[in-house]
Structures are given as C-alpha cells and as structure tokens.
C-alpha cells in the first residue's frame, strides 16, 4: 500500500470511525433498518445454509492537498533556490459492505453477522 493511500485509510479510519463498528449495530435487527439508513442493497445472494447476504457497494475518493516547499539562499540583491511540490491528486476506491440476514417469523431477515470490510474501507 502506497503512502498516499495508507494515508487516506488513516484519515478516513479517524473521522468515520470503524465500518465494522458500525455494522456490528446491526445484528438483531431487521434488515429493512440498514436498508432505511443506506438505501436498498446492490445485491442480495442466498447462501447454501439458508441464510441471506444483503451486498452494499460505495464509492469512495478522497482529495489530497498539494504542498510545495522552497528552499532559497540569499546572494546580496538576489536569491536562489529550489521548489519541491508532493501530493495532490484524487484517488478513488470501491467498498463492499455486507450484512448477513436470517429469515425471521415476520417474512423478513434478522441480521446475523456481517463480513468485516477492507482495510481501506474501515
């Protein structure tokens, strides 16, 4: 994982907080109350045990500044000197979240478990 990257999943990890955390408030509850909160899943897959996984897919990015550093050395009536210029630059990633739903008595789906998230998108 690049700098720049590790960088953002930092960032990204301090101000949102964990994903993981988040979808962990969901076992025992309805589904309809995750779909209430992010809208209706991308996906829904039935698993061989009986159980269902209901599939969110988000579009992340992140902007990071730019910084330029000048190093000058003065001469008399002149000056020297060099620029540095690092960062900048958009970069994008996917992430899946996944809750996973038992049928319960009302026809509906009880969230189980989930799949823990990457690590950029925790």
């Known amino acids: 994982m690049n700098y720049i990257k590790l960088s953002m999943?930092?960032?990204?990890?301090?101000?949102?907080g964990c994903a993981s955390d988040i979808m962990k408030t969901y076992v025992g509850k309805d589904i309809t109350e995750a779909a209430m909160d992010y809208g209706v899943p991308n996906g829904v897959m039935d698993l061989p045990d009986g159980r269902r996984a209901f599939?969110?897919?988000?579009?992340?990015?992140?902007?990071?500044?730019t910084t330029t550093n000048y190093n000058a050395t003065a001469y008399g009536n002149w000056v020297s000197g060099t620029a540095t210029?690092?960062?900048?630059?958009?970069?994008?990633?996917?992430?899946?979240?996944?809750?996973i739903g038992q049928k319960n008595p009302r026809g509906s789906y009880t969230v189980v478990d989930f799949r823990k998230p990457s690590l950029a998108c925790e």
Do not use: D, F, H, K
């Open 55 to 65: 599939i969110w897919q988000r579009s992340q990015s992140m902007a990071m500044p």
């Open 9 to 16: 999943v930092m960032i990204t990890v301090a101000l949102a």
């Open 85 to 99: 210029t690092t960062g900048g630059g958009v970069n994008s990633w996917e992430c899946t979240y996944t809750l």
